[in-house]
């Protein structure tokens, strides 16, 4: 692999421009660190790592939709595979990505090959964590539901309105990751520090680095931060010395190639699974596939794929490199995939066509959104409640988790903002499983 590692310089003017320093960037520090921090066996980052395979959070993955709700076959790609797949394409690219930095750098930079590899590997775990049951659909639900009940909103500011009329699961996973464990034991309500991340793991893992009120969140309902985890993001914005550009903080210059890694497995993988599924034909997205590879028609679907990855890292790192001092300042937003080559992007640009015409909406079949609408609703409507409406009799695997949050929930507050993120908490914690048996066990409750 080769790159273009010529280093631009930069005139008068941009030379003076306030830069990102990778000595801030790879920052270990912990939010509410706990000892022991660190071993000399292991980096901070791959602590990082091994902290999020073995979290709750994460394990529920295995349960939560990735484009096609409750899918019979096992093939099917669900958020714990993906977040793996994802993980595997930023670790390659931060192996690369430290050589581009340390040779636009012109001296050593702190951290090596394998450090930058494993932050970006561990951001990329963390980037759906905060995802809902039933994947996208059950964040259309959550909104729904949010802004046809503005009585339970009533008391609250327009910001923190917004976190919930415009919910985002972007934004729960770094709640999650630095603050919440989704867990309501006695003692576990919102424990300091999450999981315990590193200040670079979570900056990396913001794609959107700003509140539910800034105007692209309006635009475009994406946004990593609620209102409630400001001292957090604050805390590793300093930490990480990310600018402050156009009213919000600019991303960490790794969180581009996490966003990458997302966008070449969305793409490549979703198709791969609808033509698992039978949605699509091969037929229907071969002659993209042979662009993106390179391969001949009669290669196989899995060998393409391989391979389309490997030529979509490749065309990725060359942009970042392009673009490597505009990064470093914060002057740069565009994602890597939209300036790849044109053919090639071209290519990437009709599976994803082909995808939000023929795929997504399989994921929005009418009969599937309903029941996801009809599930989460029924759980919003009990859990925002101040009280419990039905009687659920003894306490069983289903409904012991849903008294217990009653029980703790009310415990810390009974009204407002908190109480409504903690309601998040659980409702998002939830498995696509676990939602639909806790709905049907409360819809036969209310008719006993």
Request: proline share 4%; charged share 20%; glycine share 4%.
């Amino acid at each position: 692999m080769s790159f273009n590692n010529e280093v631009v310089q930069l005139n008068n003017i941009s030379a003076q421009a306030p830069r990102m320093s990778w000595n801030s960037l790879l920052c270990h520090a912990r939010l509410h660190p706990k000892p022991p921090v660190d071993s000399p066996e292991r980096s901070a980052f791959e602590v990082d790592y091994d902290r999020l395979i073995f979290s709750k959070a994460f394990r529920r993955l295995a349960r939560k939709t990735q484009v096609h709700p409750l899918a019979v076959n096992d093939h099917t790609h669900n958020r714990l595979t993906h977040s793996l797949e994802v993980a595997s394409v930023g670790r390659s690219f931060g192996k690369a990505a430290y050589y581009i930095a340390k040779a636009h750098e012109k001296r050593n930079i702190p951290g090596d090959a394998i450090e930058f590899a494993e932050l970006i590997q561990a951001a990329c775990l963390a980037h759906d964590i905060g995802n809902t049951p039933f994947g996208h659909a059950g964040e259309r639900s959550i909104r729904q539901w949010m802004n046809a009940n503005p009585a339970c909103l009533s008391n609250l500011s327009a910001a923190q309105k917004s976190d919930l009329t415009l919910y985002e699961g972007n934004a729960q996973a770094f709640r999650i990751a630095t603050r919440s464990v989704s867990e309501f034991e006695s003692g576990c309500i919102n424990r300091q520090g999450g999981l315990g991340l590193t200040a670079a793991t979570l900056a990396t893992m913001m794609k959107y680095p700003w509140h539910s009120n800034h105007p692209y969140a309006q635009a475009h309902g994406k946004y990593s931060v609620f209102q409630e985890d400001s001292s957090a993001f604050e805390w590793v914005a300093n930490e990480t010395g990310l600018l402050y550009n156009d009213d919000a903080y600019c991303r960490h210059p790794l969180a581009f190639l996490v966003e990458a890694a997302d966008d070449i497995c969305n793409a490549i993988i979703d198709i791969e699974d609808a033509i698992e599924l039978n949605i699509l034909q091969r037929e229907e997205i071969e002659h993209a596939l042979m662009q993106l590879s390179g391969l001949p028609a009669t290669s196989p679907i899995a060998q393409m794929r391989a391979k389309a990855i490997g030529m979509l890292i490749t065309q990725c790192l060359q942009i970042f490199d392009d673009n490597y001092n505009d990064i470093m300042q914060g002057q740069f937003q565009t994602p890597l995939i939209q300036l790849i080559d044109k053919a090639m992007f071209e290519a990437f640009s009709h599976l994803n066509t082909t995808a939000q015409n023929q795929v997504y909406p399989f994921q929005q079949d009418e009969h599937l959104e309903q029941s996801c609408n009809l599930t989460l609703a029924r759980i919003l409507s009990e859990t925002m409640q101040s009280t419990i409406s039905v009687d659920l009799g003894k306490p069983d695997i289903v409904t012991e988790p849903f008294l217990e949050f009653f029980t703790n929930a009310l415990k810390k507050n009974n009204a407002g903002y908190e109480r409504c993120m903690m309601t998040m908490d659980f409702v998002a914690g939830m498995t696509d499983n676990y939602a639909v048996n806790l709905a049907d066990r409360l819809e036969m409750a209310s008719h006993d």
